[in-house]
C-alpha cells in the first residue's frame, strides 16, 4: 500500500512540476514587443515606471528591451491621436540578471494583443 502511495505522490509532483509555469513568458537577454496597427493619425508611445529595463532599438511598431537591474516593471504602450487614446495594454515585468520573465498584461479596447517574444534571429545578429 506505501508503494502505492509514494507512486501516487510522484507522478502528482512529476506532472506539477512538468507543467506548472507561474509565468507568462521567459525572454534571455533581451525582449522585442512587435505591433501591427496602423491608422492614419494614430501612433504607438510607451511609459516604463523605472530603469529596471532599457530600450536598445525602436521602430514606429517595434520596441527591443534589454535588463538593466533586478526588479519588478511595468511597461505600458498606448495607440493614441492627439487627444484620444484608442488602445492601451500593460505589461508587468519581473528581471532577474540577463532574464525578463513576464507576469502579467492586460489590454483595453482590444480583444486581443500580441505577446511579448525572443527572436533567435535577433540573437544570432548580435555582434559578439
Not at 501612433?43 to 537591474?69: A, C, G, H
Not at 533586478?70 to 540577463?98: A, C, E, H, W
Amino acid at each position: 500500500m506505501r508503494y502505492f502511495i509514494l507512486f501516487f505522490i510522484t507522478i502528482v509532483l512529476t506532472l506539477f512540476i512538468m507543467f506548472y509555469n507561474p509565468y507568462l513568458g521567459v525572454y534571455k537577454d533581451k525582449l522585442t514587443i512587435e505591433y501591427d496597427f496602423n491608422e492614419e493619425g494614430y501612433s504607438w508611445n510607451y511609459t516604463v515606471d523605472n530603469d529596471n529595463i532599457e530600450l536598445i532599438e525602436s521602430s514606429d511598431s517595434k520596441w527591443v528591451f534589454v535588463p538593466k537591474k533586478n526588479g519588478k516593471t511595468k511597461l505600458v504602450f498606448n495607440y493614441s491621436n492627439n487627444d484620444i487614446n484608442k488602445y492601451s495594454i500593460y505589461y508587468i515585468f519581473k528581471v532577474r540578471g540577463n532574464k525578463i520573465f513576464w507576469l502579467e498584461g492586460e489590454g483595453t479596447g482590444l480583444m486581443d494583443y500580441p505577446n511579448p517574444y525572443w527572436s533567435f534571429i535577433d540573437f544570432m545578429s548580435r555582434k559578439c
